[in-house]
């Protein structure tokens, strides 16, 4: 048995250091030439990550709902016409599901309106026969409708090219709705059917502001 008041015996050269892990007893030393090896260093090459970085891999937060005014406003009346003309109406190549049931959406409701607008039209021509006066308010009326059913249509195409200012533009048709129903449903006492087109002029609003469909506007924007 050995003395534990006895001195460790000294290193002999050529000896083994104690292997990692494994606790040195008190007052060994090093053989001669031995040297710790160095601590990690990063490589030259290596720059920390920037503030907020997510690792590929890890959840991080999803960007949602933001209002930012359009940029790209029309600077001309060609701005306005659709890209081609409208032999591409019915194309919805490459848009999200959200997107592509929003513009179905604005361009039935639309070309419904101008069919509707154009039944008006020759109703109040018949109209000018038995009641001149009324024909004349009912003759602008359809006008005016005449002319929203199509700006909605172009306005739905031009969202379609990922146009900040169209999907703006819409927005404020679905507004126009809102006023619309009201007037009616005061009028015909609560029953006007214009409620039913606000709905769904405001479901197609909802579908063109979430961020998937913002995302892709933006995608358009930048690649063009």
């Given at each position: 048995?050995?003395?534990?008041?006895?001195?460790?015996q000294?290193?002999?050269?050529?000896?083994?250091?104690?292997?990692?892990?494994n606790v040195?007893?008190?007052g060994?030393q090093p053989?001669q030439?031995?040297?710790?090896p160095p601590?990690?260093?990063?490589?030259?090459s290596?720059?920390?990550?920037?503030?907020?970085?997510?690792?590929?891999?890890?959840?991080?937060h999803g960007?949602g709902?933001?209002f930012?005014?359009?940029t790209?406003g029309?600077?001309?009346?060609?701005?306005?016409l659709?890209?081609?003309?409208?032999?591409?109406?019915f194309k919805?190549?490459?848009?999200?599901?959200e997107?592509?049931?929003?513009?179905?959406?604005?361009?039935?409701?639309?070309?419904?309106?101008l069919?509707?607008?154009?039944?008006?039209?020759?109703?109040?021509?018949?109209?000018f026969?038995?009641?001149p006066?009324?024909?004349?308010?009912?003759?602008?009326?359809?006008?005016?409708?005449?002319?929203?059913?199509?700006?909605?249509i172009?306005?739905?195409?031009?969202m379609?090219e990922?146009?900040?200012?169209?999907r703006?533009?819409?927005?404020?048709?679905a507004?126009?709705?809102?006023?619309?129903?009201i007037v009616?449903?005061a009028m015909?006492?609560g029953q006007?059917?214009n409620?039913?087109?606000f709905v769904?002029?405001?479901i197609?609003?909802?579908?063109?502001?979430?961020?998937n469909s913002?995302?892709?506007s933006?995608?358009v924007?930048g690649?063009?």
């Open positions: 048995m050995s003395n534990p008041n006895e001195a460790p000294p290193q002999q050269p050529g000896a083994q250091p104690p292997q990692p892990g040195p007893p008190a060994y053989p030439g031995y040297q710790a601590s990690y260093q990063a490589p030259p290596y720059q920390q990550p920037a503030p907020g970085y997510q690792q590929q891999g890890q959840p991080g960007e709902f933001r930012e005014m359009p790209d029309p600077k001309n009346f060609n701005d306005v659709p890209r081609g003309g409208f032999s591409g109406m919805v190549a490459g848009m999200p599901t997107l592509k049931v929003s513009y179905w959406i604005w361009l039935i409701g639309g070309l419904l309106a069919l509707g607008g154009l039944l008006g039209l020759f109703g109040s021509i018949v109209l026969t038995l009641a006066g009324i024909a004349v308010v009912v003759l602008l009326l359809v006008l005016i409708a005449l002319v929203v059913a199509a700006a909605q172009v306005f739905a195409m031009k379609k990922g146009k900040e200012w169209a703006l533009a819409l927005t404020v048709v507004g126009i709705s809102l006023i619309l129903s009616g449903g015909a006492n006007s059917n409620w039913f087109s769904i002029s405001l197609a609003t909802v579908l063109m502001w979430l961020p913002q995302a892709w933006k995608s924007k690649a063009v």
